[in-house]
């Protein structure tokens, strides 16, 4: 039974991204682009982030729920655009955002850092898992 579970362990880390940390149930699946795998974003960019829940809407508008870029500025635009199996939440990066730590609290579930490459102009090459995910639709 013990090996079963450092197996499962093992497993569990092979799967899980790494250099993003998570605390409490908030899980992070993917990130697009693949910052893990070193892709740059710039400002205005669009980022979408995948994982097992986000909370509300409503949390992200009011501000409870929140994505930080340094030195923590606000994620613009941030929109839910998948509630489930897997949630989606889908961010711009905003002007003056830095290389460091991009934090995500989602009340009640969790808080996670992922490690990003802000870079201020440029084009980004085009390396599979660095592009930069369309705008989500706007309702009629």
Request: glycine share 10%.
């Given at each position: 039974m013990k090996k079963l579970g450092l197996l499962l362990?093992?497993?569990a880390a092979c799967t899980a991204p790494q250099g993003i940390r998570t605390t409490g149930n908030l899980r992070i699946q993917a990130v697009q682009p693949d910052v893990v795998a070193g892709c740059v974003v710039r400002a205005g960019d669009w980022m979408l982030l995948k994982g097992n829940t986000?909370?509300?809407q409503a949390d992200w508008d009011a501000g409870t729920n929140y994505a930080l870029f340094p030195p923590d500025l606000p994620a613009e635009d941030?929109?839910?655009t998948q509630a489930e199996n897997p949630a989606t939440l889908m961010f711009r990066v905003p002007q003056g955002a830095?290389?460091?730590i991009l934090r995500v609290h989602v009340e009640g579930v969790g808080d996670a850092e992922i490690p990003v490459n802000v870079q201020a102009l440029g084009v980004q090459m085009a390396v599979p898992g660095c592009e930069v995910p369309a705008p989500p639709p706007q309702p009629n």
């Amino acid at each position: 039974m013990k090996k079963l579970g450092l197996l499962l362990l093992a497993l569990a880390a092979c799967t899980a991204p790494q250099g993003i940390r998570t605390t409490g149930n908030l899980r992070i699946q993917a990130v697009q682009p693949d910052v893990v795998a070193g892709c740059v974003v710039r400002a205005g960019d669009w980022m979408l982030l995948k994982g097992n829940t986000f909370g509300s809407q409503a949390d992200w508008d009011a501000g409870t729920n929140y994505a930080l870029f340094p030195p923590d500025l606000p994620a613009e635009d941030p929109e839910i655009t998948q509630a489930e199996n897997p949630a989606t939440l889908m961010f711009r990066v905003p002007q003056g955002a830095q290389s460091g730590i991009l934090r995500v609290h989602v009340e009640g579930v969790g808080d996670a850092e992922i490690p990003v490459n802000v870079q201020a102009l440029g084009v980004q090459m085009a390396v599979p898992g660095c592009e930069v995910p369309a705008p989500p639709p706007q309702p009629n």
